[in-house]
Structure formats: structure tokens, C-alpha cells
């Protein structure tokens, strides 16, 4: 089941593409995302090294690696 948070924040890619481009929105989680996006939550750290995960700020955008 596909949900509507998800079809909205989700970037569908080109194949070869490596990355999901995730804008934070209002009550955003790290947790939430790696879940979302069936992404461990250390790739997400590991891929945006400069982001603090206590103070996302709606409309940042993050970087989601394309697991295949």
C-alpha cells in the first residue's frame, strides 16, 4: 500500500540514479524516513554528514541513497 505521504515526498528516479531527494516536511523524522524509504538510518547519517538529526528544519532537502 502505497501512502500518501510517500507519493508526495518521493522523487521517482531514472534508472542509474543513485539518490532520493527527500524535502523535510513538518513532522519529518530521521526514523520515519529510514523506514519510509526501507533505508538503515546509519546510511542516511553516513550521506548527510552535515544534518542534525534534533533540528530538521522543514524544507531542507536530504539525500536518500537508492537501495536496489
Same mark, same amino acid.
Given at each position: 500500500?502505497?501512502? %500518501?505521504?510517500?507519493?508526495?515526498?518521493?522523487?521517482?528516479?531514472?534508472?542509474?540514479?543513485?539518490?532520493?531527494?527527500?524535502?523535510?516536511? %513538518?513532522?519529518?523524522?530521521?526514523?520515519?524516513?529510514?523506514?519510509?524509504?526501507?533505508?538503515?538510518?546509519?546510511?542516511?547519517?553516513?550521506?548527510?554528514?552535515?544534518?542534525?538529526?534534533?533540528?530538521?528544519?522543514?524544507?531542507? %532537502?536530504?539525500?536518500?541513497?537508492?537501495?536496489?
Amino acid at each position: 500500500r502505497l501512502h %500518501k505521504y510517500r507519493a508526495r515526498n518521493y522523487r521517482f528516479t531514472a534508472p542509474g540514479d543513485r539518490w532520493i531527494i527527500h524535502t523535510i516536511q %513538518k513532522g519529518d523524522t530521521l526514523y520515519r524516513l529510514a523506514t519510509s524509504y526501507h533505508v538503515p538510518l546509519l546510511t542516511i547519517f553516513r550521506h548527510n554528514p552535515a544534518l542534525d538529526p534534533r533540528q530538521l528544519v522543514v524544507g531542507d %532537502k536530504i539525500r536518500i541513497p537508492r537501495i536496489s
